[in-house]
Nanobody, 122 residues
Framework: QVQLVESGGGLVQPGGSLRLSCAASGRTFSSYGMGWFRQAPGKERVFVAA????????YYADSVKGRFTISRDNTKNTVYLQMNSLKPEDTAVYYC???????????????WGQGTQVTVSS
């Protein structure tokens, strides 16, 4: 199993940047595909970004493409989400997740962090 702990959320003005981090426990981090999801108030949780086990392949939701970057450091058991040009509609609780399956099978993510709040507001 893997345990995930997110950090880095907060309040930021529109157009600003934040970097989220997700630290994973265990020694097999590189065997997990990693993803970020978000849930806005009153809405379902949706996919944001994902990275393959090596980090060499990534994929983004259209709503964040060109603004967000997912990366991972397998030596530090950590995955990141760099968020630039933030918009009020990016406001949500952001969750880190891990899967032992294909990283683009969004229903396959079985391990989740507790979430971190991101609020974009002036």
């Amino acid at each position: 199993q893997v345990q995930l702990v997110e950090s880095g959320g907060g309040l930021v003005q529109p157009g600003g940047s934040l970097r989220l981090s997700c630290a994973a426990s265990g020694r097999t981090f590189s065997s997990y595909g990693m993803g970020w999801f978000r849930q806005a108030p009153g809405k379902e949780r949706v996919f944001v970004a994902a990275a393959s086990r090596s980090g060499g392949s990534t994929y983004y939701a259209d709503s964040v493409k060109g603004r967000f970057t997912i990366s991972r450091d397998n030596t530090k058991n950590t995955v990141y989400l760099q968020m630039n040009s933030l918009k009020p509609e990016d406001t949500a609780v952001y969750y880190c997740a891990a899967t032992t399956g294909y990283y683009l099978n969004f229903q396959g993510y079985g391990y989740w962090g507790q979430g971190t709040q991101v609020t974009v507001s002036s």
